[in-house]
């Protein structure tokens, strides 16, 4: 079973909370303010940091160049920054950023982290605890429950094109091995000059999808960058410029995964839990992945809600309740991407 955020951030507190009560908080999660806060997470870059961990840092303070160190990242970092964290675990807020939840749990070294979709979390004693959601959302609905993509896969209504296609699965050594022993088996039956030309045509096949293989891995990993490109991400090389265009660092399940919705109207209720969206300049985009919008840099996108499918994507209620039945047996094309 997948883990939510809300599942995650729910974990994470509780580690927090058991820490608190244990005593062994670090200094500056135990003495709450913005600059001791802000000196904890200098002080704990002093140790090496793993390359996700990085990314969290620099999420977090709005400074995504990788030519400098956390260290320095943080330093410059405005301690004002460190406030709205501050706050939540103070109670003063109900509610804080992903990005301030995801530092949290660097601090604490949460197992878990980052959250991802579909991943399913560990509580730190070796099994697996994944909460259930709270049976009213924060808008005062009941949540809708999304289907597991093994158990009820996606149908697709033949004739209408695919907005947002698979990335094909690369091809591995066991497929190729097996391809060779079937053929070889076949060389058996065979005599002279054919069973020499049969050999020939396994060796070059043998090369030929090896040498695919090895071109696909390093599509996805040369260069270690990729850049937006209209609705999803391309792989580049590091020091490739790329004109009007930021390069990241390459995140394959995002390379993988990561789409822009460009048919809004496919977006059913079922969408809640799968879709995050974003309003820039009063306009709604919608994404099959969770994280910092693609091109606007510092804006997180927000898991989508029953609300806002109902308020944005089905005008306001203006439909009567056998179109709403409809649309939500209906199955979005883009929700055909695979699972971890």
């Given at each position: 079973?997948?883990?939510?955020?809300?599942?995650?951030?729910?974990?994470?507190?509780?580690?927090?909370?058991?820490?608190?009560?244990?005593?062994?908080?670090?200094?500056?999660?135990?003495?709450?303010?913005?600059?001791?806060?802000?000196?904890?997470?200098?002080?704990?870059?002093?140790?090496?940091v793993s390359r996700r961990d990085q990314k969290v840092i620099?999420?977090?303070?709005?400074?995504?160049?990788?030519?400098?160190?956390?260290?320095?990242?943080?330093?410059?970092?405005?301690?004002?920054?460190?406030?709205?964290?501050?706050?939540?675990?103070?109670?003063?807020?109900?509610?804080?950023?992903?990005?301030?939840?995801?530092?949290?749990?660097?601090?604490?070294?949460?197992?878990?982290?980052?959250?991802?979709?579909?991943?399913?979390?560990?509580?730190?004693?070796?099994?697996?605890?994944?909460?259930?959601?709270?049976?009213?959302?924060?808008?005062?609905?009941?949540?809708?429950?999304?289907?597991?993509?093994?158990?009820?896969?996606?149908?697709?209504?033949?004739?209408?094109?695919?907005?947002?296609?698979?990335?094909?699965?690369?091809?591995?050594?066991?497929?190729?091995?097996?391809?060779?022993?079937?053929?070889?088996?076949?060389?058996?039956?065979?005599?002279?000059?054919?069973?020499?030309?049969?050999?020939?045509?396994?060796?070059?096949s043998l090369v030929l999808g090896t040498s695919g293989m090895?071109?696909?891995?390093?599509?996805?990993?040369?260069?270690?960058?990729?850049?937006?490109?209209?609705?999803?991400?391309?792989?580049?090389?590091?020091?490739?410029?790329?004109?009007?265009?930021?390069?990241?660092?390459?995140?394959?399940?995002?390379?993988?995964?990561?789409?822009?919705?460009?048919?809004?109207?496919?977006?059913?209720?079922?969408?809640?839990?799968?879709?995050?969206?974003?309003?820039?300049?009063?306009?709604?985009?919608?994404?099959?992945?969770?994280?910092?919008?693609?091109?606007?840099?510092?804006?997180?996108?927000?898991?989508?809600?029953?609300?806002?499918?109902?308020?944005?994507?089905?005008?306001?209620?203006?439909?009567?309740n056998d179109t709403i039945v409809n649309t939500m047996k209906?199955?979005?094309?883009?929700?055909?991407?695979?699972?971890?």
């Open positions: 079973m997948e883990t939510f955020f809300i599942d995650y951030q729910r974990l994470i507190m509780q580690a927090y909370e058991q820490q608190q009560a244990n005593n062994t908080l670090p200094h500056g999660l135990m003495h709450l303010t913005p600059g001791n806060l802000k000196e904890e997470c200098v002080k704990k870059c002093t140790r090496e620099r999420d977090f303070c709005g400074d995504l160049s990788e030519s400098k160190s956390c260290q320095v990242i943080l330093q410059r970092c405005d301690t004002d920054k460190f406030r709205p964290l501050v706050n939540y675990l103070r109670g003063k807020s109900d509610k804080t950023d992903e990005k301030n939840i995801e530092l949290l749990a660097w601090l604490l070294d949460f197992p878990g982290r980052p959250w991802e979709i579909w991943k399913t979390i560990s509580n730190g004693d070796g099994t697996k605890k994944v909460p259930m959601l709270d049976n009213t959302s924060e808008t005062g609905e009941t949540p809708v429950r999304v289907p597991d993509i093994k158990d009820n896969p996606p149908v697709v209504e033949t004739g209408k094109p695919v907005e947002n296609p698979i990335i094909p699965e690369k091809p591995t050594i066991q497929t190729l091995m097996d391809n060779r022993q079937e053929k070889e088996s076949n060389q058996k039956q065979l005599g002279g000059k054919s069973a020499k030309t049969l050999a020939a045509a396994v060796m070059v090895w071109w696909w891995k390093d599509k996805l990993t040369s260069g270690g960058c990729m850049y937006w490109h209209e609705d999803h991400y391309e792989p580049v090389a590091c020091d490739q410029k790329i004109p009007y265009t930021t390069v990241i660092a390459l995140d394959a399940e995002k390379l993988k995964h990561f789409r822009k919705i460009t048919r809004p109207d496919t977006i059913t209720y079922d969408a809640v839990g799968k879709v995050w969206y974003s309003k820039i300049k009063g306009k709604m985009e919608y994404y099959t992945w969770a994280g910092e919008h693609p091109e606007v840099f510092g804006n997180q996108l927000k898991p989508i809600t029953p609300y806002i499918i109902r308020i944005h994507i089905l005008s306001g209620g203006s439909q009567n209906a199955v979005p094309t883009w929700y055909s991407f695979g699972s971890k």
